[in-house]
């Protein structure tokens, strides 16, 4: 029930952010793991009153997790790890429950090469689910995108901005905004709620991605700035002039101007043949 | 007629010179000139460097990473330091004034951080090769170490190798956003155009870091 539920959220997610962007899913794909056949998995644990639990990451109808992640508290969220393109099933167990126990909760994902996703334990626990998320790993030249992940349970509908512009309005909580194209820069994020404001200072370098995750803190709201993907802030234009041909092989030159030399030296040689020997017999005959 | 002797007999010598100049011009050029040769590649092999291997940053609030130093890729014995290369003013990737030195791109993420790190080599000089010349040898699974100003060390593992056309350079693949720490080294190689002087092609090394 819970699985399926997660997925035709993970569904009806992604086509609302591929109408929004307006633009297919697939165009965020990145090319070169794509050759390699490769995409991108990362796990986090974003429900503030569900304890820590352990994650596994099974290859889809394997039983042998490829990877276990121990002890994973609200908040966490895991560094990507690359995988072959495939089926692969989520699994949560409270922390130190045995491998072979009934999963809390689990869900299925599609990793397409070159593509990067995100699985989150999101929700309230009573009702916790595993969302997936595709995280974009494009940004327009000189430019930074940015998401908003709305994760504290305590203040549940939240506004944020970044200096002037506003990422998310009356966002509520479990839910996640689109990818926005901003400026890069320095500036404030500002998360406003009607149980008060936090302000944090973050860096979105030109060529990256974030993700801004709105967590309950200690006391009162936090702001974790995570760093999606990254690249270069201003592409160099076209290909790298990085030889001399110093190396290169040469080729047989053209053999044309030897032959028409020897051709010429062998008429000039007759020539000179034929007249020395007519002077001769001219001689002779005298 | 024996004032015509002499001329004649120049006619003949000075033809039976060209001829055997033009012999011998054509037997030279019959035989290409062989690319030059780096020493043998059992010589080159170098060991792996050492120090602290850092682990790759975790996403949430990763560690600032120091610049990178030195580039070592033992297989194809490379041990070069890295020089910094911006862009041009026409917007192009600067390559190192030097031939036998390797840069990276400052304009890129830093070796071992998130991203697409990007570091750029010539695979040879007028007169013989580059710092990157063997680099097309490499294949899946070589390893590349990078090190750092603060003496640490991150390990690479290539993915993958690709040819491209300059003028059908994947811009976006090479120094697009990638959400884990990579590395791309990049050199010359395909045909060579004597007309300008350019290679035709960009080979590309794609490598990731090592958990």
Redesign the interface.
């Given at each position: 029930m819970n699985s399926w539920g997660a997925y035709r959220k993970l569904f009806m997610l992604g086509a609302t952010s591929a109408l929004l962007l307006g633009i297919p899913a697939a165009a965020t794909a990145?090319?070169?793991?794509a050759?390699?056949g490769?995409g991108?998995i990362?796990l986090a644990h974003l429900s503030p009153n569900t304890p820590a639990v352990d994650v596994y990451l099974y290859s889809f109808g394997n039983s042998n997790a490829m990877i276990v992640l121990h002890h994973v508290a609200y908040g966490?969220?895991?560094?990507?790890e690359?995988v072959q393109a495939g089926d692969y099933s989520v699994a949560m167990r409270a922390a130190g429950a045995s491998a072979s126990s009934q999963p809390v909760l689990s869900t299925s994902v599609t990793i397409a090469a070159g593509h990067?996703y995100t699985v989150a334990g999101m929700g309230p626990e009573s009702g916790l689910r595993l969302q997936v998320l595709e995280?974009e790993?494009?940004?327009p030249p000189g430019q930074a995108r940015v998401r908003v992940i709305q994760a504290s349970l305590k203040q549940q509908v939240v506004n944020v901005t970044l200096g002037s512009t506003v990422l998310a309005s009356n966002l509520k909580f479990a839910n996640v905004t689109s990818y926005q194209t901003v400026s890069p820069g320095t500036e404030t994020v500002t998360v406003s709620s009607s149980g008060g404001n936090a302000k944090s200072s973050v860096t979105l370098a030109a060529?990256?991605?974030h993700t801004l995750v709105v967590l309950d803190g200690a006391s009162g709201l936090e702001v974790?700035?995570?760093?999606?993907?990254?690249?270069?802030?201003?592409?160099?234009?076209?290909?790298?002039?990085?030889?001399?041909?110093?190396?290169?092989?040469?080729?047989?030159?053209?053999?044309v101007?030897?032959?028409?030399?020897?051709g010429?030296?062998?008429?000039?040689?007759?020539?000179?043949?034929l007249?020395?020997r007519r002077?001769r017999q001219?001689?002779a005959g005298v | 007629?024996?004032t015509?002797?002499p001329?004649?007999?120049?006619?003949?010598?000075?033809?039976?010179?060209?001829?055997?100049?033009?012999?011998a011009?054509?037997l030279l050029?019959?035989?290409?000139?062989?690319?030059?040769r780096p020493v043998a590649a059992g010589v080159a092999a170098l060991p792996a460097p050492t120090g602290p291997i850092v682990a790759?940053?975790?996403?949430?609030?990763?560690k600032p990473v120091a610049s990178p130093v030195l580039l070592t890729i033992p297989l194809i014995g490379v041990q070069t330091q890295l020089v910094t290369l911006g862009?041009t003013a026409?917007?192009?990737?600067q390559?190192p004034s030097s031939?036998s030195v390797a840069g990276w791109?400052t304009?890129?993420?830093r070796p071992g951080?998130?991203?697409?790190a990007?570091i750029?080599?010539?695979?040879?000089?007028?007169?013989?090769?580059?710092v990157?010349?063997r680099l097309s040898e490499l294949a899946a699974g070589d390893k590349i170490y990078v090190k750092r100003a603060d003496g640490t060390l991150v390990e690479f593992r290539v993915?993958?190798i690709?040819t491209?056309?300059?003028?059908r350079?994947?811009?976006?693949?090479?120094?697009?956003?990638?959400?884990?720490p990579e590395l791309r080294l990049?050199?010359?190689?395909g045909a060579?155009d004597?007309a300008t002087?350019?290679?035709l092609?960009?080979i590309v090394v794609?490598a990731?870091a090592v958990?």
């Open positions: 990145h090319a070169s793991s050759t390699a490769t991108w990362r966490t969220v895991s560094p990507y690359s990067a995280d790993l494009t940004t060529g990256t991605v974790v700035n995570l760093e999606d993907a990254s690249g270069s802030g201003k592409p160099p234009l076209g290909g790298v002039s990085t030889g001399f041909g110093g190396t290169v092989p040469h080729g047989p030159g053209s053999p101007p030897w032959l028409v030399a020897i010429a030296g062998s008429l000039l040689a007759l020539t000179g043949g007249r020395l002077g001219l001689h | 007629m024996p015509r002797r001329a004649a007999a120049l006619a003949l010598a000075v033809g039976l010179v060209v001829i055997a100049g033009g012999t011009g054509l050029t019959r035989h290409s000139t062989p690319a030059m790759p940053p975790q996403s949430a609030a990763p862009l026409a917007g192009e990737l390559v031939t791109y304009g890129s993420p951080a998130i991203g697409s990007v750029v080599g010539h695979i040879d000089s007028l007169s013989g090769p580059g990157f010349y993915t993958s690709q491209y056309l300059k003028d350079f994947p811009t976006e693949d090479v120094y697009g956003p990638v959400p884990d990049i050199t010359c190689g060579f004597a002087g350019h290679y092609s960009n794609y990731t958990s």
